[in-house]
Nanobody, 117 residues
């Protein structure tokens, strides 16, 4: 099993930046993809970004050019650097981890990001 611990959420003004971190522990050797999802108030959980162990990344159109996902395999940690934040980015951000086979998926408890106008 894998445990995920997010940190770095907070309250910022529009246009400012924030960096989220997610530390993985447990059976991290089985993990290939890690990523971030978010859920706005009253909304559905949506994809934000993913990164695989070799470094390949994928982003949602809504965050392309503003968010950067990175991964430090030695530290078992994934990051989400968020810049030029918008009020519509306000959500609970969840870290995710996925095994090579796709048979095991893990979720963090979430960290709140609030962007004021």
């Amino acid at each position: 099993q894998v445990q995920l611990a997010e940190s770095g959420g907070g309250l910022v003004q529009a246009g400012e930046s924030l960096r989220l971190s997610c530390a993985a522990s447990g059976n991290i050797f089985s993990i290939n993809a890690m990523g971030w999802y978010r859920q706005a108030p009253g909304g559905q959980r949506e994809f934000v970004a993913t990164i695989i162990r070799s470094g390949g990344t994928t982003y949602a159109d809504s965050v392309k050019g503003r968010f950067t996902i990175s991964r430090d395999n030695a530290k078992n940690t994934v990051y989400l650097q968020m810049s030029r934040l918008k009020p519509e980015d306000t959500a609970i951000y969840y870290c995710s981890a996925h095994s090579y086979s796709g048979s095991n998926n893990y979720w963090g408890r979430g960290t709140q990001v609030t962007v004021s106008s």
